[in-house]
């Protein structure tokens, strides 16, 4: 299985509503970091966190992350119809190699109603 | 504006026909990356390239192919030893291969089997 596991797989809220995504990985990491994607695009970069930051914000973006737990989660306050999109966590896991890269989940689909 | 051109945006492959998609950027990165997203899934790493006249397999190389003549351009051929080809595939590129770097995405190229 993947290193990131996003949950829930779709979370469908109201315009205003607090949105929260959950990433867990298995492997000790380096950083993690949050991406968009709408649909049919390609993915937009939201914010990194490294190994020894707990919390991180960007607007109405809040990034929490859990190194004792593997896990990390995304909130998006007062959620817009525009945030509509599929957000995926990501990575850094040593390859087979011994190179660090990044592995991407499998994403949590967000749709907010107006 | 900075950014990561791919095209074509749609891309269609006959029996037996090897195709390529293109992936140019300006951003002046040295790293640049090739993945296959399919529907409802996260992305797979075909292949990256950490510098010109360089290039590594990823997870899912089998049936693709690279070259990395210029720093701007990183195309990918899916030859017809790929057996399953359609998908959405994503181009990226960062300032260097180190986990810790966002990685920039093109909006993408989607290829279906006539």
């Known amino acids: 299985s993947q290193q990131g596991e996003e949950d829930p797989q779709a979370l469908s809220i109201q315009e205003g509503e607090n949105a929260t995504m959950n990433c867990s990985y298995k492997?000790?990491?380096?950083?993690l970091q949050w991406y968009r994607q709408n649909s049919g695009r390609g993915l937009v970069h939201l914010i990194l966190?490294?190994?020894?930051?707990r919390e991180k914000h960007s607007g109405r973006l809040r990034v929490t992350l859990d190194t004792s737990k593997k896990s990390s989660s995304l909130l998006i306050t007062a959620s817009r119809a525009a945030d509509t999109a599929s957000y995926f966590c990501a990575t850094d896991v040593i390859s087979d190699t011994g190179r660090r890269a990044l592995t991407f989940g499998s994403g949590t689909r967000l749709q907010v109603q107006p | 504006d900075g950014g990561i051109t791919q095209s074509p945006k749609y891309l269609f492959r006959k029996e037996g026909q090897n195709v390529t998609l293109s992936c140019e950027q300006n951003l002046n990165h040295d790293a640049m990356y090739w993945y296959r997203q399919d529907p409802g899934q996260g992305l797979r790493l075909i292949y990256y390239s950490q510098i010109v006249n360089d290039f590594q397999k990823g997870d899912i190389a089998e049936g693709y192919s690279v070259s990395r003549e210029k720093k701007e351009s990183f195309p990918l051929t899916v030859t017809s030893a790929q057996k399953n080809p359609t998908a959405f595939y994503l181009c990226a590129s960062s300032r260097s291969d180190y986990s810790n770097q966002p990685q920039h995405f093109g909006d993408g190229t989607r290829l279906s089997i006539l």
């Open positions: 966190i490294r190994s020894n930051e």
């Open positions: 492997t000790s990491i380096n950083n």
